[in-house]
């Protein structure tokens, strides 16, 4: 646990951050939300202002932990309704550009 | 045949359909001609099938006719893009999800289809449900019904101004900081978002999954009740929902408050609120304490957190769902693409407008290496403190009143370059959706300029009689 770290809101790399989650941002965007980033970031710093480090964080607000049923095999999606929707399909499975050479 | 669409309720219509005063074919019919001469400028819809609306209308008519009754059975609703409805779009408002075919239906809509509900078309929305005025949407700009050169407020900006509007008797809206309620205040309707865990997500596409809940937006109180009587209850396709008995919401809708402790919350009751919705939900009290309720203060301390857990939670929780957009299954695929690593950079540069971008890279900054733990940990134990707040304050009181919004709806264009000023606008509503409960916004009188208020309803966890109680209780006496 490193509840004391201080992230330095200076330093949010967005171009680092979009390559992450596999987002192609252009120069245009990444310039429009550098300071975009760094704003909502220090409203978000708020929360350091409670010292929590005796709370439980809150995953979900239900009250279920883990529901469990039968472990019984039933259909699912009809393949052809599913591949409708693929952008590119090939004998029946999703069809992708190529991983390997 | 005429109908007043402006005003007409489920409770209405579903008496003269048992009657006979007309015929659901009839109904269905009068709406799509209203839809086309209304919406090329409201815009609350994003495709109206109307072959698919008359089918169901005519087969409602046919069950009738077969001895078939039901609370929804040849009435018409419209529902949020974001909602699975079998053999239709469900585009979530995005460009990359143009021409997507739902293969299934959600189990909300399922529950409505077994109640004889007649689907007419996709109400507008914000991108993915991410925005408070619908200006987000990838498609058009939805107007409110009250004031077209005001936004409907959002995410759910398209079923809120359809039901004002008088396009749907009954429309369905989703809400994860406030996208049901905060519209319903905007355009002057109802708006329900439930306690977390009473109606099923499945099928719904999901923003973030521990806040999302799906609600209807309705005319009426009594509407939201057999509207929530129907969705509700436990779902095996969706693990959090929660064996709690459905009960007959209808039943709890009594018109005096006799006995009933309504908690204000002064955290609510801020400066820099607007002088006419301050006005509006001062005289909403009264008018409660008038009908028997007894008032008491009440504290929510940790209110002024909300708003950062909550773009750190709901972001978050976006950024992961929203991975499943990379063009490999469905929607959109980017083209010349080399291999998958560009195909999903550029089909999702494409793909997504600039505040899911905006979001996605907010979610995934929070969850990356070395700021878990300063953020999203830290916001999921500030998240238990309000929580704990809400457990307190039902201590003392059956129900809370708040504005559901700081301002009545601001106009076209007003926000969109400023990110953190559309935030503020869950400033009232986020709360519920963090704490998990129930809450409603029922329309007050409208400002001196004609625009609409919200009061908001807050209750306990599966609290919902009680929020729907107060809430008719207090429209019944306003509408006198």
Redesign the interface.
Known sequence: MCETKQPDVAKIDVAYVANLVRLRLDEDEIRALQPQMEAIVDLIKKIDELDVSAVEPTSHASAVTNVFREDKARDGIDRDRVLANAPAEVDGQFSVPKILE | MSFNFDSLTIAEAQAALVCGAYTSEDLVSALIARIRTRDSALCAYLTVDEDYALEQARAADRARLAGKEGPLLGVPVGIKDLLNVEGQPCTCASRILAG??A??DATAIARLRDAGAVFLGRTNMDEFAMGSSTENSAYQVTRNPADADRVPGGSSGGSAAAVAGGEAIATLGTDTGGSIRQPAAFCGCVGLKPT??RVSRYGLTAFAS??DQIGPMTHTVRDAAIVLGVMAGRD?MD??T?DVPVPDYTAALKTDLKGIRLGLPREYFVDGMDDDVRSRINDAVEVCRGLGAEIVDVTLP?T??A???Y??VATAEA?TNL?RF????????AEG??????????T??QG?G?EV??R???G???L?G??Y???Y?????????I?GDFEAAFKVCDAILTPTTPTPAFKVGENIDD??KM?LNDVFTATA?????PAMSVPCPPTELGLPVGLQILGP?FGEEVVLHVGHAYEQAVKK
């Open positions: 997507y075919t293969p299934y977390y865990g521990s806040l095996p693990s959090t929660l940790h002024e957190y708003i950062a857990v773009y750190v950024s991975a990379d063009g490999v299954r469905y929607g959109v695929r693409a080399t291999d998958p690593i560009d195909m999903y950079g550029k999702r540069a997504f600039s971008k905006r996605i890279i907010l995934t900054y929070v990356s070395g700021y733990d300063a953020y940990l830290k916001a999921q134990k500030v998240r238990t403190l929580r990110p953190l935030y959706n963090l704490a998990g409960i966890a």
